[in-house]
């Protein structure tokens, strides 16, 4: 049973970097997609970004040319590369990974982290 561990969210200032990880319990299938979410408090979960096995890459319109998605394929590691961040970036991070870009992208992923907190402050 494939788990997967988020981490690198905490507090930072408007502005910062930050890099956030995805690291899975055990080897995932090489055409697996990995992706992240985010849920602010008082809304719902927002896709944030994916990419597929062939490097193919998805990003929400909020976050695109500040948020990098990339990943480790033989570590099964994905990461999410921010920058310029604000206090809208302020969510709980959640990775997650499926045999289908569609069914990520859309939520519906087979496997989720348990999420990373990230806050932005002024």
């Known amino acids: 049973q494939v788990q997967l561990a988020d981490s690198g969210g905490r507090l930072v200032q408007n502005g910062a970097s930050l890099r956030l990880s995805c690291v899975a319990s055990?080897?995932?299938?090489?055409?697996?997609?990995m992706g992240w979410f985010r849920q602010a408090p008082g809304k719902g979960r927002e896709f944030v970004a994916a990419?597929?096995?062939?490097?193919?890459?998805h990003y929400a319109d909020s976050v695109k040319g500040r948020f990098t998605i990339s990943r480790d394929t033989p570590r099964n590691a994905a990461f999410l590369h921010m920058s310029n961040l604000s206090p809208n970036d302020t969510a709980l991070y959640t990775c997650?990974?499926?045999?289908?870009?569609?069914?990520?992208?859309?939520?519906?992923?087979?496997?989720w982290g348990q999420g990373t907190q990230v806050t932005v402050s002024l």
């Open positions: 055990d080897a995932i299938i090489a055409r697996y997609a």
């Open positions: 997650a990974a499926d045999t289908a870009i569609t069914t990520l992208n859309g939520g519906t992923a087979n496997i």
């Open positions: 990419i597929e096995w062939t490097g193919r890459r």
